[in-house]
């Protein structure tokens, strides 16, 4: 495209509030084959709340709800928000806190030591997970809910759920993607149930799940090694590297400065409808040169 009619189009998707950082990605966009789109924070709104507290302890749900806000006061994830935000009361101090990256947190309170997260880091630490755990987390996941597994030293203590609202226009978003042939899918650290039955709600295509953070961007590149143009769009320092490696990286305008940094578009409203507005400038672009 010529220097004028680029001008002309990244200063058009400014104005929808579609931040473009180069003419390549102006040029590029209309070339998308598959999109890649990060579940918690850009399909949704990334502010979880909790739903569901199943209690195996014998005290009250408010204190068990307490107890694992206190295990999870020390995490900046959103998961770790919703829980510290639904619950009342002092929270005990942790005498010492660990990040597992991908899987959940441990922490140090009094004389024990606990556990939260999904079924990899029970597994990683050895704590079986009863029957009843089972039905509950299979049950929440199946509603789209992500579930989270609380334990002490020995055993599981209960589950907390926490769910998050899809940004109102996702769903339009990806359907516009279907019907220009896009290839969607939903890349996401969450479990399998839980991220099928979201991507069932909005019409995403295909689902990788479980994925740890550190294998996002080699998702992506599996991708392009099937000969296919590939954009990612996220928001979480999870996602930096994939939106480094993806031909276009597109970063929600409420997500992380890193994320915002390691992208090639920003979209300030943080509406996935604005990747097609993008889409169609960009074909625009081109249509003004041929
Ligand atoms: P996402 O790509 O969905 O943002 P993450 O890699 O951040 O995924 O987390 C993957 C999974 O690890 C979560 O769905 C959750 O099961 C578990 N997890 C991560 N952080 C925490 C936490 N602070 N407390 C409990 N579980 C967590
Ligand atoms: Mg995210």
């Known amino acids: 495209a010529t220097p004028m009619a680029i001008m002309v189009g990244t200063e058009k998707a400014a104005q929808f509030g579609i931040l473009l950082k180069n003419a390549e990605s102006l040029e590029n966009l209309h070339n998308i084959q598959t999109i890649v789109l990060d579940?918690?924070?850009?399909?949704?709104?990334g502010k979880p709340s909790v739903q569901d507290v199943v209690n195996f302890t014998d005290q009250s749900d408010a204190d068990f709800l307490e107890l694992a806000a206190a295990i999870e006061q020390g995490s900046n994830h959103p998961l770790a928000e919703a829980i510290t935000a639904a619950a009342n009361g002092d929270l005990a101090q942790a005498d010492a806190f660990e990040n597992i990256s991908?899987?959940?947190v441990k922490a140090v309170i009094g004389q024990k030591t606990y556990y939260a997260?999904?079924?990899k880091l029970m597994d990683q630490v050895g704590?079986?997970?009863?029957?009843?755990?089972?039905t509950a987390l299979n049950d929440l996941a199946e509603q789209g809910k992500t579930p989270m597994?609380?334990?002490?030293?020995?055993?599981v203590l209960g589950i907390i759920a926490v769910a998050d609202t899809v940004r109102q226009t996702s769903a339009a978003a990806i359907a516009a993607f279907r019907q220009q042939g896009i290839h969607t899918v939903m890349l996401t650290g969450d479990n399998a149930k839980t991220a099928r039955a979201m991507a069932d709600r909005v019409g995403i295509d295909e689902v990788i799940s479980d994925v740890l953070p550190a294998?996002?961007?080699?998702?992506?590149r599996s991708l392009q090694e099937k000969g296919q143009f590939t954009a990612m769009?996220?928001?979480g320092i999870n996602d930096a590297p994939a939106l480094v490696r993806a031909d276009i990286g597109i970063a929600i305008g409420q997500g992380t400065d890193i994320a915002m940094d390691s992208a090639d578009v920003v979209l300030m409203k943080n509406d996935l409808t604005d990747v097609n507005t993008a889409i169609d400038l960009s074909r625009a672009v081109i249509r003004n040169v041929h």
């Open 233 to 235: 769009v996220g928001d």
């Open 149 to 155: 597994l609380f334990a002490d030293e020995k055993q």
């Open 102 to 104: 991908g899987k959940g």
């Open 39 to 45: 579940k918690t924070g850009t399909i949704t709104s």
């Open 127 to 134: 704590i079986a997970i009863p029957e009843k755990a089972e």
């Open 117 to 119: 997260g999904n079924r």
């Open 215 to 220: 294998d996002k961007e080699a998702k992506i």
